[in-house]
């Protein structure tokens, strides 16, 4: 099947992987003697977004020739992918040897026991001491280490200069006001029919709300304690983005947009502003072949907050890691290690724009060659924060998502989506 250009529409993705199941990538085998003896691993990671060439897929096939190790992938959309994930997990199964671990869900894996300790593994804590200031701490818990980051899927916040320039707008809005502001002098000019895409469906929306929330210095968390519904911040963030939704500053499919369909409306050239772009977005505007906004679109030096002097961005890193059931743990790590090369890092950042997960890779004279505006990328980056994680993020990020849509479709009041929040997961949250 041929594969999709990246930022082609996340929905159709997304539908086609749960109508058809996932794409399943078989094994190639080697010569070595390794292949010999018949090992072969099975991997569970999400498809990259930013990865239309195949770069992560052809790794892999290097790796098999390379080591005689075969590998079944299973590649798919992410939530497609993390719901085989748990229910192999959560049964005691051992089918899989390399999974996907995602930040949001550190505490319910490591409470559950379903992961394997890595500190033990040769080179193990060369990796951890190497990754960015923050990655490493993620996914360790009580000082064990469990997973290795794969994918530093930090957001940042990426503007058109042309319709800014075209309006007369001297710098990118700083704050909510004066976004909102400009939003509305690009769309009363006929320059953009929205300031902004936001991606609303899904866990995406959740995502996209708690980057919201910390920018007006609130969160649905306080000392691990859920406090969504008395935070007079958070109640801002989401008055704020319901009022914005109301006058059409934020385009109103956003309700069924994940984070590519979002990009795909930014890199059309209907909107100004994308308050969450992957890092990869900026070399995808300049390709002609996914953009029709090329030369237009620059990386902000700062962040949206409510302040001038604040800054905050959402982080929500992805890492390998080997369920403490895998059959081929040293298979596993063998794979980790070749794929979370500081090689192949350096190689995925220069081929699809990705943020390093190697501190080196931001100070590294070929990919500041080729992307100087990882400078601005590192600004931002300094203030990365993540998600909370806990046992019951499931029925949060369910509830969470239900009253954030009645909000958006203006069934309820801010109050009212916030205070729903906090009373229906009172007892989760027990």
């Not at 400009?182 to 769309?187: M, N, T, V």
Request: overall charge negative; hydrophobic content about 40%; proline content about 3%.
């Amino acid at each position: 099947m041929r594969k999709s250009k990246m930022f082609q529409c996340g929905r159709i993705t997304a539908v086609m992987a749960a109508a058809f199941g996932v794409i399943v990538l078989g094994a190639v085998s080697g010569e070595t003697a390794r292949a010999a003896e018949g090992e072969s691993i099975c991997v569970v990671v999400p498809r990259h977004e930013l990865d239309s060439t195949g770069v992560i897929e052809n790794k892999v096939r290097q790796f098999e020739e390379e080591t005689g190790i075969s590998v079944e992938l299973i590649n798919a959309a992410w939530d497609v992918c993390t719901d085989k994930i748990r229910t192999e997990l959560s049964v005691g199964g051992s089918s899989y040897d390399v999974v996907d671990f995602d930040n949001s869900l550190v505490a319910m894996y490591i409470e559950n026991d379903w992961l394997e300790p890595l500190d033990g593994y040769e080179g193990a804590a060369e990796i951890k001491e190497a990754l960015v200031d923050g990655l490493a701490d993620k996914f360790t818990v009580d000082g064990t280490f469990y997973g290795v980051t794969w994918n530093n899927d930090t957001h940042v916040y990426m503007y058109n200069a042309r319709m800014l320039e075209d309006a007369g707008i001297s710098k990118p809005p700083k704050t909510w006001d004066e976004l909102i502001e400009a939003s509305r002098i690009l769309i009363e000019q006929g320059i953009c029919s929205y300031g902004t895409p936001m991606s609303f469906w899904g866990n995406a929306a959740v995502n996209e709300m708690t980057y919201v929330m910390y920018a007006f210095g609130g969160n649905a968390f306080k000392d691990g304690e859920l406090c969504i519904g008395q935070d007079p911040n958070t109640l801002k963030a989401f008055e704020t983005i319901a009022s914005m939704m109301e006058e059409g500053l934020i385009d109103p499919a956003s309700l069924s947009y994940d984070y590519e369909t979002a990009a795909n409306v930014f890199l059309s050239g209907e909107s100004a502003f994308f308050l969450q772009a992957m890092p990869g977005m900026y070399a995808a505007s300049n390709d002609p072949e996914q953009s029709q906004i090329v030369g237009e679109v620059k990386v902000a030096p700062y962040s949206v907050t409510s302040s001038e002097d604040t800054n905050v961005v959402l982080t929500v890193p992805e890492a390998f890691a080997i369920p403490k059931n895998s059959q081929h743990k040293e298979a596993a790590w063998e794979f980790i290690r070749y794929m979370s090369s500081k090689e192949f890092d350096k190689e995925k950042a220069l081929e699809l724009g990705t943020l390093p997960v190697y501190e080196e890779g931001f100070e590294d004279p070929d990919i500041l060659e080729k992307y100087p505006h990882f400078t601005e990328l590192g600004k931002q980056n300094a203030y990365a924060k993540g998600i909370d994680d806990f046992t019951w993020y499931d029925e949060y990020s369910n509830v969470f998502q239900s009253e954030l849509q009645r909000m958006l479709l203006g069934e309820i009041t801010a109050q009212e989506c916030v205070t729903n929040i906090q009373e229906q997961c009172a007892e989760f949250a027990k």
